[in-house]
């Protein structure tokens, strides 16, 4: 077990609010994933960390932004949530060595905009 | 930009029957991996196969690795119940972005 999770793991809000999912790991890892689930899509990379503040963006990095200021915890933040963002959210940490070994999941964060 | 390519997109078995997905890419990967989940449960990581021709196996599971490491394959021999859950393949390149990049995953459906 890997120790990483992810809060909160259901959440129903309004278009136009804020939305922040916290992703926490306890084990030190380096690299850290933001991904998003949707039906027929697989899984699509937003936003990943390789370090502290270190952060780029992935494929469908828009209306998102993240933070990472202490190795533990990788933010996600919806500034102005859409109907399109409703989405089964998942944070993943690399285990592996370097930025190319498997990941560990977490359960995933399930957030509806209505 | 840099993706991969998973087919079937679904498939349905009945018990006892094999059943393979496979990936592609258009460019050499650096490596592939390959993840299952289960119906509302997370990916779960399998195997990771970075050489080319490379070939592994894990019971009923074999996966390989083509010559030109562009594309793979999962095969799971003799089905079973155990065996539902979507099976997602994900690739990284030597150049390019630094992070997995999925292929959109095979629905597995195994008819008892």
């Known amino acids: 077990d890997a120790g990483i999770t992810q809060s909160p793991r259901h959440k129903v809000t309004e278009t136009g609010t804020p939305v922040t999912l916290r992703c926490h790991q306890t084990e030190n890892h380096r690299y850290m994933y933001w991904y998003r689930q949707d039906p027929g899509h697989g899984l699509r990379l937003i936003h990943y960390s390789y370090g502290v503040k270190d952060t780029d963006k992935g494929e469908v990095s828009d209306g998102y932004s993240v933070s990472r200021s202490k190795t533990e915890d990788f933010l996600l933040t919806l500034e102005s949530a859409t109907s399109s963002q409703t989405s089964v959210y998942f944070c993943a940490i690399s285990v592996g060595p370097g930025d190319t070994g498997e990941l560990f999941f977490g359960e995933g964060s399930r957030l509806t905009v209505l | 930009g840099q993706q991969v390519m998973q087919i079937p997109q679904y498939q349905h078995v009945q018990e006892g029957e094999d059943f393979t997905t496979y990936c592609n890419s258009s460019t050499t990967l650096s490596n592939i991996q390959w993840y299952k989940q289960r119906p509302g449960g997370h990916p779960v990581f399998l195997i990771q196969?970075?050489?080319?021709?490379e070939v592994k196996k894990q019971k009923r599971l074999t996966f390989q690795f083509g010559e030109a490491k562009k594309n793979s394959s999962l095969h799971i021999t003799a089905t079973q119940t155990t065996d539902v859950g979507t099976y997602f393949c994900?690739?990284?390149?030597?150049?390019?972005?630094?992070?997995?990049?999925f292929g959109s995953g095979t629905r597995l459906q195994v008819q008892p």
């Open positions: 994900a690739g990284i390149w030597d150049t390019g972005r630094r992070a997995l990049t």
């Open positions: 196969l970075v050489k080319s021709g």
